[in-house]
């Protein structure tokens, strides 16, 4: 069972920058789309920001200028740049991949903590 493995995540205060990495443990065929999601407690996960295989990128309207998605392809690795951080952008962290058979199985990560202080 392939899994996710991201990095990066922590504490930062306002202001600051973080660049969270997702991996995947072993190989995922067929990848294409690739995301980062956040979640808080009590509310449903939200999409932050997602890279198509042809590059194309998508970003919630709250982290449009500050966060940045990219990809390499040959490492199958998502990246997110975070910058400019606010204490609203405090979350659990996950990636996603959607890939492996006919390109329609979705691979999440197990979650990483971003907290920003004021």
């Known amino acids: 069972q392939v899994q996710l493995v991201e990095s990066g995540g922590g504490f930062v205060q306002a202001g600051g920058s973080l660049r969270l990495s997702c991996a995947p443990s072993?190989?995922?065929?067929?990848?294409?789309?690739m995301g980062w999601y956040r979640q808080t407690p009590g509310k449903q996960r939200e999409a932050v920001a997602t890279?198509?295989?042809?590059?194309?990128?998508n970003y919630a309207d709250s982290v449009k200028g500050r966060f940045t998605i990219s990809r390499d392809n040959a490492k199958s690795t998502v990246y997110l740049q975070m910058n400019s951080l606010k204490p609203e952008d405090t979350a659990v962290y996950y990636c996603?991949?959607?890939?492996?058979?006919?390109?329609?199985?979705?691979?999440w990560g197990q979650g990483t903590q971003v907290t920003v202080s004021s």
């Open positions: 996603k991949v959607v890939g492996g058979l006919m390109g329609r199985v979705d691979y």
């Open positions: 890279i198509t295989s042809g590059g194309t990128t």
């Open positions: 072993g190989r995922i065929f067929n990848i294409n789309v």
